[in-house]
């Protein structure tokens, strides 16, 4: 089973930036890809980015694309994700995870391994 440790989440303002990090423990498969998720208060927990182990190939949902990136040192076992323009409906725990597949997914429930998540809130 793999660990992971999400951090740098805090209260900013809108239009700030942020960059959070997760750092993978333990048992992770080689090639593994590894996603962010976020969660705010009363809503279902929902895809943000997704990255293979190798940094070639990642996916965005649209709400974030061209404002966060994510990134990836397979060697250090750590994922980042740079948050630029945040926005108050970007308020949400923030949540890393990692699957046992290579392929990059959108989807919770193909991720086998949660972090605690970190919190971000962004005020108006």
């Known amino acids: 089973q793999a660990l992971l440790l999400e951090s740098g989440g805090r209260l900013v303002q809108a239009g700030d930036s942020l960059k959070l990090s997760c750092v993978v423990s333990?048992?992770?498969?080689?090639?593994?890809?590894m996603g962010w998720f976020r969660q705010a208060p009363g809503k279902e927990r929902e895809f943000v980015a997704a990255?293979?182990?190798?940094?070639?190939?990642?996916e965005y949902a649209v709400s974030v694309k061209g404002r966060f990136t994510i990134s990836i040192n397979s060697a250090q076992g750590t994922m980042w994700l740079q948050m630029n323009f945040l926005q108050p409906e970007d308020t949400a725990v923030y949540f890393c995870?990692?699957?046992?597949?290579?392929?990059?997914?959108?989807?919770?429930?193909?991720?086998?391994?949660w972090g605690r998540g970190t919190q971000v809130t962004v005020s108006s």
């Open positions: 995870a990692a699957r046992k597949y290579s392929t990059v997914a959108t989807e919770a429930i193909d991720y086998d391994d």
């Open positions: 333990g048992r992770i498969r080689s090639g593994a890809a």
């Open positions: 990255i293979g182990w190798s940094g070639a190939s990642a």
